[in-house]
């Protein structure tokens, strides 16, 4: 079975939507990617037909409502190859993922002048709740730089490495360079070091084949809405023997074991850190997006994705003034750029008049920027939807602004 293109697109009824009378060019996706059919219809029917709230009720609709948020937690379970679902957190997506670890981390794991390695590629959720951790704490940062690619190697971290280091936490794909990292090397060394691992996987979860399990790594987080979900649901994935070690982040019903007025005890994972009632509709959103991308990737999704980027890479730069940042990554899903003499911003703007969605700014990765002494790049970022007309309107629009700027 071979990818299909119009089949696919036919499947996303957002594409039918004109901006300024002009054909939709969604090349946001990086920053969230369109929902198919299947995801909106499947919240719809659960909503008008099987609500109620979970593992709080023996009626009919409160079972019926828990079997299906627990199969999808068994769905992310197989689609990431976890050993088994109670490793699976329900949370509100990776940003809530990578606090409740650090916050949870932060009643005993972590002691004053102990270390936590980042790279500068990280996303700004991947970079706060470490510095909470430095204040609250009294851990210190340290950083690792990449290349003008994103390029990092892994005697980086052996440089870098002290016994102090308790924690690496490190994206599988940059969001600006779209570089992939050589993550199984650096947790084998990690490991050989007595050193944990968190990887925020937002962007490759949509892009690469995940398996946590040949990974080793010992967290792992991403955001349904990344994956063709819906907003307001991610995971955490964690070993089940250190999410049993954790303590929890928030309080409240379900995650309690037994409630005494001087003292209390604590469910098992994955209930002890889903407190009060959770993003039920999402989280079957979520399986159902799931669902749909599995069989996107057996019919070639991957392989398709890298020819519609190499199609892109080479278009853009064909153009004038154009520098994109990342040049080598030509499999990358998404391109960021700026165009001499003129603003991202602008540029955005411009190219939003032709129907064409882009997004302008910091990505939430200042600290990348700085190393390019940049204040912000345009990025344009594909996905499943994504074809050969949408890059040529996008790259007729870009000249359109080049021009205007001339």
Same mark, same amino acid.
């Given at each position: 079975?071979?990818?299909? #293109?119009?089949?696919?697109?036919?499947?996303?009824?957002?594409?039918?939507?004109?901006?300024?009378?002009?054909?939709?060019?969604?090349?946001?996706?990086?920053?969230?990617?369109?929902?198919?059919?299947?995801?909106?219809?499947?919240?719809?029917?659960?909503?008008?037909?099987?609500?109620?709230?979970?593992?709080?009720?023996?009626?009919?609709?409160?079972?019926?409502?828990?079997?299906?948020?627990?199969?999808?937690?068994?769905?992310?379970?197989?689609?990431?190859?976890?050993?088994?679902?109670?490793?699976?957190?329900?949370?509100?997506?990776?940003?809530?993922?990578?606090?409740?670890?650090?916050?949870?981390?932060?009643?005993?794991?972590?002691?004053?002048?102990?270390?936590?390695?980042?790279?500068?590629?990280?996303?700004?959720?991947?970079?706060?709740?470490?510095?909470?951790?430095?204040?609250?704490?009294?851990?210190?940062?340290?950083?690792?730089?990449?290349?003008?690619?994103?390029?990092?190697?892994?005697?980086?971290?052996?440089?870098?490495?002290?016994?102090?280091?308790?924690?690496?936490?490190?994206?599988?794909?940059?969001?600006?360079?779209?570089?992939?990292?050589?993550?199984?090397?650096?947790?084998?060394?990690?490991?050989?070091?007595?050193?944990?691992?968190?990887?925020?996987?937002?962007?490759?979860?949509?892009?690469?084949?995940?398996?946590?399990?040949?990974?080793?790594?010992?967290?792992?987080?991403?955001?349904?809405?990344?994956?063709?979900?819906?907003?307001?649901?991610?995971?955490?994935?964690?070993?089940?023997?250190?999410?049993?070690?954790?303590?929890?982040?928030?309080?409240?019903?379900?995650?309690?074991?037994?409630?005494?007025?001087?003292?209390?005890?604590?469910?098992?994972?994955?209930?002890?850190?889903?407190?009060?009632?959770?993003?039920?509709?999402?989280?079957?959103?979520?399986?159902?997006?799931?669902?749909?991308?599995?069989?996107?990737?057996?019919?070639?999704?991957?392989?398709?994705?890298?020819?519609?980027?190499?199609?892109?890479?080479?278009? #853009?730069?064909?153009?004038?003034?154009?520098?994109?940042?990342?040049?080598?990554?030509?499999?990358?899903?998404?391109?960021?750029?700026?165009?001499?003499?003129?603003?991202?911003?602008?540029?955005?703007? #411009?190219?939003?008049?032709?129907?064409?969605?882009?997004?302008?700014?910091?990505?939430?990765?200042?600290?990348?920027?700085?190393?390019?002494?940049?204040?912000?790049?345009?990025?344009?970022?594909?996905?499943?939807?994504?074809?050969?007309?949408?890059?040529?309107?996008?790259?007729?629009?870009?000249?359109?602004? #080049?021009?205007?700027?001339?």
């Amino acid at each position: 079975m071979s990818f299909d #293109i119009n089949k696919t697109r036919d499947d996303f009824p957002i594409l039918e939507k004109r901006i300024h009378d002009k054909k939709l060019v969604y090349l946001d996706s990086a920053a969230s990617a369109q929902k198919p059919s299947s995801v909106i219809n499947s919240m719809k029917k659960f909503q008008e037909e099987e609500y109620a709230n979970v593992h709080r009720g023996i009626h009919y609709l409160s079972n019926l409502a828990t079997d299906q948020y627990e199969f999808s937690r068994k769905k992310v379970k197989d689609f990431i190859n976890a050993d088994n679902e109670n490793e699976i957190i329900f949370t509100m997506g990776a940003t809530d993922a990578i606090n409740l670890v650090a916050q949870s981390l932060s009643y005993d794991y972590f002691n004053p002048g102990d270390e936590i390695i980042l790279t500068i590629m990280e996303h700004h959720s991947n970079i706060v709740p470490w510095h909470f951790l430095r204040e609250k704490c009294g851990v210190n940062i340290k950083w690792i730089d990449c290349d003008n690619n994103g390029v990092i190697k892994v005697e980086d971290f052996l440089s870098v490495i002290s016994d102090k280091t308790k924690l690496i936490s490190i994206t599988q794909m940059s969001n600006v360079l779209g570089s992939e990292i050589p993550l199984k090397e650096i947790i084998n060394v990690a490991h050989d070091n007595n050193i944990r691992v968190l990887v925020d996987g937002c962007q490759g979860i949509a892009h690469l084949d995940t398996d946590v399990k040949d990974l080793n790594c010992d967290y792992y987080v991403f955001s349904g809405h990344k994956l063709y979900g819906p907003t307001g649901v991610g995971v955490l994935y964690g070993k089940y023997d250190l999410l049993e070690s954790m303590h929890p982040w928030r309080g409240g019903g379900e995650m309690i074991k037994e409630v005494f007025k001087d003292q209390i005890t604590y469910s098992k994972p994955p209930a002890k850190f889903e407190a009060g009632t959770p993003n039920i509709v999402q989280a079957v959103g979520l399986g159902a997006a799931i669902d749909y991308f599995v069989e996107k990737k057996k019919q070639g999704l991957f392989d398709y994705e890298k020819e519609i980027a190499k199609y892109f890479h080479n278009e #853009i730069n064909k153009l004038p003034k154009v520098k994109v940042y990342g040049e080598k990554n030509i499999k990358s899903p998404m391109i960021s750029f700026i165009v001499d003499g003129s603003h991202p911003h602008d540029i955005a703007t #411009i190219v939003d008049k032709e129907g064409v969605a882009i997004r302008a700014g910091q990505h939430c990765t200042q600290p990348l920027l700085d190393f390019f002494n940049l204040s912000s790049t345009a990025r344009a970022s594909i996905g499943m939807y994504t074809n050969k007309s949408d890059i040529d309107i996008f790259i007729n629009a870009l000249n359109k602004a #080049i021009s205007f700027f001339d």
